[in-house]
């Protein structure tokens, strides 16, 4: 379950601004708060059944924006050959420095 709300957490955080405020909104109750279906039911002013399919909607959406749009599998190719390219110029203070930056900059 870690993971599937790691990965839905960080589909979030690229694709939020293509998901409705209702769609953010439970998904960050859900995901990044840990509220249960009830709270978020509650909160909402739906039934739980409601909020649940809401949720399933949601996440689907955004793996589809994933599926299309490949930005999160792109975000990863990228910090993964930072990486390797920081242990293969180990030595190299400046340019590991320049290449933290870009890690922090990939997100």
Known sequence: ???????????????????????????????????SLSEIAENMGMTKQAASDLIKRSEKKLENFEEALKLSELEASR???????????????????????LL???G
């Open 1 to 35: 379950m870690l993971e599937k709300t790691n990965y839905i957490n960080n589909l979030l955080d690229i694709y939020e601004g293509l998901l409705n405020q209702k769609q953010n909104s439970v998904l960050n109750m859900y995901y990044a708060e840990d509220f």
């Open 79 to 101: 910090a993964r050959f930072i990486h390797n390219l920081m242990k293969k110029y180990e030595g190299h203070s400046e340019l590991i420095s320049d290449l933290e930056k």
């Open 104 to 106: 922090e900059i990939n």
